[in-house]
């Protein structure tokens, strides 16, 4: 017969027997029942891996034979091959129920290479080895210095955060390390290892430059607003936390420029304070002059100018003590002894025909037209005499002044026209004092004793000042201009009050707030060449701040003309020294151009006015033309540091005689004008645009031209005298 095999298959686990080499004596069949539990090759009910297969098998009996069984597969598992096992029928008797026994077979636990259970929650993927059933450790490491990683029972990772480190949106810190946006937060694993805890620190950082002290406070970082006031009425004051305090011009806004001689002051456009229009001083007499002085006002000086009384009948009247007092009478003899001759207030002299016999249509037969005889007909003869007139008359001539009858003659006294300059020719014309430039070479004397060989030069005396023993000192706080031109209207910036009448200005068609700039019109003519000159150094105009204190105290900027000590200093920019022309000194080496009552209020410096005279060489047509600024006066804002002033900005204004203007180009050599030009094209050129303005002597009539000039300065050393 044939060797039977039995093959169960359960679920993919085989259970093979051994081939049956025997049989059963007389039995056609013989039935092999496998004995055990045939659900060991399902799924273990407690942790879901293949379970183990049972390894005995236990045979009964005569049994028919049984078909394989077939389950549902869930892991394959091969039986092992048991070997020789002792007969289990040995000892039974012939006769008996005589059966073969088959050895006791079992089933391969693992074979290599098929899943398994290692019965271990923390490995993955188990598998069967040489060494049994063995799988990958599940990987718990979360990549994290602070947290010790372990697998539990369940076979899940648990992730402890190790002591000193606190874990605080998935990054690790440890002890005192700060948080990166809170300042004021930090590491302390024995609060807490999963936020930070406030650090107590007092000082940190909040990021905004709008704060400052900033400190913790409650686990934030808090600070004090900053004080960005910076006390400028034309500067809004605002604060961005990445920039900082930021001051932004307020146009048109009001403001004060600390100067109770300006009135309506507003704020510009890069936050300054815009002086308005001067303060109205000009208080209707003559006899006083009007000035407005920055810390009280206005200032009503008396003076001693001519005035008129209002009386016709009265002539050279004078001011005293504020006021006008009458002059001597009119005289209204007019030398017609045919009439009465008077008089009247408010009327003027009056002349009434006599019925005298010696007169024919009110002309008298004895007049001899003098009028300093008295001419004396005889009524009945008609017989003439004449007697000296004793009284006041007028010569005729506007040079002179007091004209009085002597000895029969209209003698005047000369007008008084000497400006003390040695180097000019004193005169007048047509009623106005001129003052030419003596012809250079004349001798004169400059006053002092150690100079030599002193000689008249364009209009000023000059010496070898070699022998001179005398050191000037000079202040340490000095400027020297790099710009100067003249203003081009009679508007703010161009010029000053220089009349101290608001309600006045000039030129008319192009002027506001009391400006005077007449000479305005010959801008175009002086301020290319005029820039050049300043530009080049052959004009050095330098400012001295004499006694100077820093605050508003009075003191004096004197002015010189100099020359740069090294001429590779850069003039227009750099602070270089300056030599000073020794011709602007005294004898004592004291300063004859100053600019008295100089105050520095609210970052203004206003210098000069009345009585200030400035000598300036003004560039026209190609010639230079010396002139005099007369009651020159400065107003300029300034920049103070370290107790000096370190620059300035601001006008210069003044007047000019238009008969010294004239005499000045009428006294240059005729080879010296360019080509197109004369001294008549000039002179009339003068006549046509400029007006004469300013009335300087107070004498009521207007004999000088209004000037104004923009100008800057910066930072200078005066070094010495020029040699």
Known sequence: ??????????????????????????????????????NACGTDSENGKPAMVEDDVGLLGDVSPVEPVDVSETQDVHTKDTGAVADSDAGITEGGPDFQSAADTRVDPCPVGQPCDDENPCTLDDRCGVDGCVGKPVDCDDGRVCTEDTCLDNGNCKFTIRDGFCLIGNICYGDGDVSPIQPCGLCNSIVS?????????????????????????????????????????????????????????????LCDDGDICTLEDHCGPNGECISGPSLPCEDGNPCTTDTCDPLIGCVHSDNNSACSDGNVCTVEDQCQGGVCVAGEAVACNDGNSCTDDSCVPQQGCKHVLTDNPCCTSGTNICNDNNPCTVDICDPLTNDCEY?????????????????NCFD?????????????????????SFGKCTHLAAPNGTLCDDGQTCSLDDQCLDGMCKADMSGCACVPTFSAIANKINSLSIGKDGQPGSGTDVDSNAATCAPASNCSGGIDNTLSAIAGFANDPLADAIASGNIVLLLEHDSYQGNSTPYTVNVYTGTVENILCDIQNATCGYLVDPVLLDKDCEPLVTLSNAKVLGGKLTAGGPGANLPLSLPIAGLAINITVYNAKIDAKVTVSGGKITSLAGVLGGAVKKAELKAAITALPDDTFPAGFDKATIIGFLDILVAEDIDLDGNGSKD???????????????VGILN
């Open 1 to 38: 017969m044939s060797t039977l095999w039995l093959l169960i298959d359960v679920m993919k686990c085989k259970v093979t027997r051994a081939p049956l080499n025997r049989w059963f004596h007389g039995w056609p069949a013989l039935l092999f029942v496998v004995i055990g539990t045939f």
């Open 387 to 403: 007697e000296p007139y004793a009284g006041g008359c007028n010569d005729g001539d506007p040079c002179t002044a007091s004209d």
């Open 704 to 718: 000088a031209a209004s000037i104004g000039f923009a100008l800057t300065a910066i930072g200078a050393d005066l």
């Open 408 to 428: 029969g003659q209209c003698v005047g006294t000369p007008k008084e026209c000497s400006d003390g300059n040695p180097c000019t020719v004193d005169g007048c």
């Open 193 to 253: 290892q999963s936020e930070f805890s406030d650090s107590g620190a007092d000082l940190c950082d909040d990021g905004s430059l709008c704060t400052s002290g900033d400190h913790c406070e409650a686990g934030e970082c808090v600070g004090n607003p900053v004080d960005c006031n910076d006390n400028n009425p034309c500067t809004g004051d605002v604060c961005v936390n990445t920039s900082g305090c930021g001051h932004p011009a307020v146009l048109n806004a």
